[in-house]
């Protein structure tokens, strides 16, 4: 089990830019995938981006809503992911969610992943 920490959420223009941050605990943090999910008021939980654990090469996965505009990364020093979000549009308001699970790959589907954070606010006005 690892415990997830959001925060970075906020408040921005459209076309603006915000870095979220989410923060494990354990020690064995390098071993899990990660992901990031959304979820809008009214809205299924939906898969955001995906990072493979730590000696998997460093491959991502997006979601074709954010491709080319979100970044996933991970700092195993850290015990952290981050998703950088650039050109941020209205449509991206929601609650964003960090998962992590064990594993080989990266992941999409919000039932492939066990473990949750609480979640950060992300309003993109207009």
């Known amino acids: 089990q690892v415990e997830l920490v959001e925060s970075g959420g906020g408040l921005v223009q459209a076309g603006g830019s915000l870095r979220l941050s989410c923060a494990a605990s354990?020690?064995?943090?390098?071993?899990?995938?990660m992901g990031w999910f959304r979820q809008a008021p009214g809205k299924e939980r939906e898969f955001v981006a995906a990072i493979v654990r730590s000696w998997s090469g460093g491959r991502t996965g997006y979601a074709d809503s954010v491709k080319g505009r979100f970044t996933i990364s991970r700092d195993n020093t850290k015990n952290s992911i981050y998703l950088q979000m650039n050109s941020l549009k209205p449509e991206d308001t929601a609650v964003y969610y960090c998962?992590?699970?064990?594993?080989?790959?990266?992941?999409?589907?919000?039932?492939?992943?066990?473990?949750w954070g609480q979640g950060t606010q992300v309003t993109v006005s207009s």
């Open positions: 354990g020690r064995t943090f390098s071993s899990y995938a």
């Open positions: 998962a992590a699970r064990q594993g080989s790959g990266w992941y999409s589907a919000r039932s492939e992943y066990d473990n």
